[in-house]
């Protein structure tokens, strides 16, 4: 699964995919992600399931390419950058 967080304090972006939602979100919530840590709360705005751990990493890095707040925005439907 593809996910993407944004953080509550700050309103960025980060993309990541995993096989639970639930403890991923706990962990970056938790300070255990170096790429998140103390940028947070986090919550989850977007997930896409996929069928592989290869097509998850393929879409993650494809999302991670726009290097676009406006993109990523029009992705989760927000229409705006935070």
Not at 26 to 40: M, P, Y
Not at 64 to 80: M, Q, T
Request: with cysteine.
């Amino acid at each position: 699964m593809v996910y993407i967080l944004r953080s509550t304090k700050t309103g960025r972006h980060y993309i990541g995919f995993t096989n639970d939602i639930n403890r991923r979100l706990a962990e970056h919530n938790g300070g255990l992600n170096r790429s998140t840590k103390g940028r947070g709360p986090w919550e989850v705005v977007h997930t896409e399931g996929h069928g592989s751990k290869e097509a998850a990493v393929r879409r993650e890095l494809q999302i991670k390419s726009w290097k676009s707040a406006p993109a990523i925005c029009r992705l989760v439907d927000f229409g705006r950058p935070w």
